[in-house]
């Protein structure tokens, strides 16, 4: 069991995974799907750690440069091919990439965003694809709603969202808890500062408790994040270099947090 980080004993007036799994999930083959409707939140970083942690292939539905295919070191640019839409329109089971120290990847393409496949397509290509892999799907997506996200959403047994402490931050994802009430959403509070807001705390703290969505985890915020230019997973390390440990810790916890979450919808 990983030690409490700052972040998790100064948020703890959440309550943590308190609220009972919806059941919106359950029978769903195992599909995570990272989502929010505020950019730069984390949903990538979020995506790129648990498909690593959950031995899992992530599927990247995001396709401009937030999302996780250029983290992983995939250009379009150089490729003839797009798999992902050449799975989509053709019914084929796309082959993931290896790379080492990194998740399987099915890599997006910017022609996405004008080529959206509807929503059941997506759902029904996710199951079908997790089942033929015969190995769970992280899928992350483009920030806000469209066909494909709410697609790996209903495909999912666990949606996890990043809410992060600010204002507009906040304001979206009231948005999205009233929209996706349905969904089995998990709330994982990201880039949480040394000394989180109250406010921000407490509002967040109430939208969950009326939402009844269970809260993983959180993850702290750090600052030597925002300029890491290596791909390797950060929980890819071993040894854990000294910096690092502490997120490397709280990504475990969030990812014992899916799985049990996942576990009890399934
Ligand atoms: N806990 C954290 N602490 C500090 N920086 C973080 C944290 N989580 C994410 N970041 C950084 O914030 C930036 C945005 O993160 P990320 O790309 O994962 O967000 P996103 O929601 O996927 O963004 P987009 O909507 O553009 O796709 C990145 O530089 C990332 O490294
Ligand atoms: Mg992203």
Redesign the pocket.
């Known amino acids: 069991m990983p030690p409490c980080s700052y972040a998790c004993r100064r948020i703890g007036i959440i309550p943590l995974m308190q609220n009972a799994p919806n059941p919106a999930g359950a029978g769903h083959v195992d599909i995570t799907t990272?989502l929010?409707y505020?950019?730069?939140?984390?949903?990538?970083?979020?995506?790129?750690e648990l498909a690593y942690l959950l031995d899992a292939v992530l599927v990247d539905l995001?396709w401009?440069?937030?999302?996780?295919t250029r983290?992983w070191g995939y250009r379009h640019e150089d490729r003839m091919r797009a798999p992902l839409l050449d799975a989509f329109e053709r019914g084929r089971t796309p082959s993931p990439l290896q790379g080492y120290r990194k998740p399987p990847l099915i890599p997006s393409h910017p022609d996405l965003a004008t080529n959206q496949p509807p929503a059941d397509v997506v759902a029904d290509c996710l199951e079908q694809w997790a089942k033929e892999w015969g190995r769970p799907i992280v899928v992350?997506t483009?920030?806000g709603g469209c066909p494909t996200t709410y697609g790996a959403a209903s495909a999912a047994r666990v949606v996890v969202s990043?809410a992060v402490l600010a204002t507009r931050e906040l304001e979206a994802t009231e948005g999205m808890l009233e929209e996706l009430a349905d969904y089995p959403l998990l709330m994982v509070p990201?880039?949480?500062p040394r000394v989180p807001p109250a406010a921000e705390l407490d509002r967040l703290s109430r939208m969950v408790t009326r939402a009844g969505v269970p809260v993983a985890p959180p993850?702290?915020?750090?600052?030597?994040?925002?300029?890491?230019k290596i791909r390797v997973a950060v929980t890819s390390y071993d040894p854990v270099p000294a910096r690092v440990q502490p997120?490397h810790d709280?990504l475990h916890a969030v990812a014992k947090a899916v799985t049990n979450y996942g576990r009890a919808a399934a």
């Not at 993850?219 to 890491?228: G, K």
């Open positions: 990272v929010a505020k950019g730069g939140v984390g949903k990538s970083l979020l995506a790129y995001d401009d440069r937030g999302g996780v983290q992350d483009h920030p990043p990201n880039k949480v993850v702290s915020f750090h600052y030597w994040l925002e300029r890491r997120l709280e």
